[in-house]
């Protein structure tokens, strides 16, 4: 049984939730996301930022995305594709509000969902691991 909010997966609430957060922080003007990142004190490099940020989207995305046993890995294909696609994106719509767009910013994104869809495949094997474990006959096993 996939564990639901009102008939939603997880998974999709999360993942909706996290990008429209992330298209809001990546489309504040300058002038307030500097003065965001002050209050915040957060004094890291913008490339960490990127990096982590597409990491957990990508992450996210992966585990959205439904697959099944026969095709494991083909929501990871898909969500690399759609946040690669979305970190070009967003760096060109990030013109419009005074931002720029920058090639260093969208290979830090890639970077990082390379990163977040890393750590979804492994947390998935394991998990796969551990439930094939679970449920094998341990007489079997010897």
């Not at 990008?19 to 504040?28: D, K, Y």
Request: net charge positive; hydrophobic share 55%; aromatic share 12%.
């Amino acid at each position: 049984m996939r564990a639901t909010i009102n008939g939603l997966r997880i998974a999709t609430v999360a993942l909706f939730s996290y990008w429209v957060l992330l298209f809001i922080g990546t489309h504040m003007p300058a002038n307030k996301l500097i003065a965001f990142m002050h209050l915040a004190s957060m004094h890291q490099s913008d490339k960490v930022l990127h990096l982590g940020a597409f990491a957990g989207l990508a992450f996210l995305m992966a585990w959205a995305i439904p697959t099944n046993m026969h095709k494991l890995y083909q929501n990871t294909l898909l969500a690399a594709l759609v946040t690669v696609a979305y970190a070009g994106l967003d760096e060109l719509l990030q013109i419009p509000v005074g931002r720029t767009a920058d090639w260093n910013d969208f290979y830090a994104d890639c970077f990082g969902m390379g990163i977040g869809l890393l750590v979804y495949s492994i947390i998935r094997a394991l998990i796969l691991r551990a439930q094939w474990n679970l449920f094998q006959d341990p007489a079997q096993t010897k």
